[in-house]
C-alpha cells in the first residue's frame, strides 16, 4: 500500500478526527480510503449518465441538450 502525507484544513482535519472518535472509522486512513472509494464509484455513475445523456442527445428524441437533461435528471433524482 502507498504511504501519502497530506495537508488538511483545520474543519476537515477535525471533522476526520470526529468520524474516528465516533468509531464510524478506525483510523484517518480508512476513511480516506472510503471517501476516495465512494468518489471514484461517482465518478463511475457521473461518467455512464454522461454516456447515456450523449447517446440519448444524438438519437434525436428530444430537444433538449445534455445540461438541460442532466439539470432535470438532478432535480428528478433530488425530489
Known amino acids: 500500500m502507498a504511504r501519502q502525507s497530506i ?5 476537515n482535519d ?9 468509531k464510524e472509522y478506525a483510523s484517518k486512513s480508512e476513511l480516506v480510503n472510503d471517501l476516495i472509494r465512494q468518489a471514484r464509484k461517482q465518478q463511475k455513475q457521473i461518467d455512464w449518465i454522461a ?3 450523449e447517446n440519448a442527445e444524438k438519437s434525436g ?3 433538449d441538450n445534455k445540461a438541460q437533461i442532466l439539470a432535470e ?4 433524482l433530488n425530489g
Open 7 to 11: 495537508s488538511l484544513t483545520e474543519p
Open 14 to 22: 477535525e471533522w476526520l478526527k470526529s468520524q474516528v472518535d465516533s
Open 51 to 53: 454516456t447515456k445523456l
Open 61 to 63: 428524441f428530444t430537444n
Open 73 to 76: 435528471s438532478k432535480s428528478l
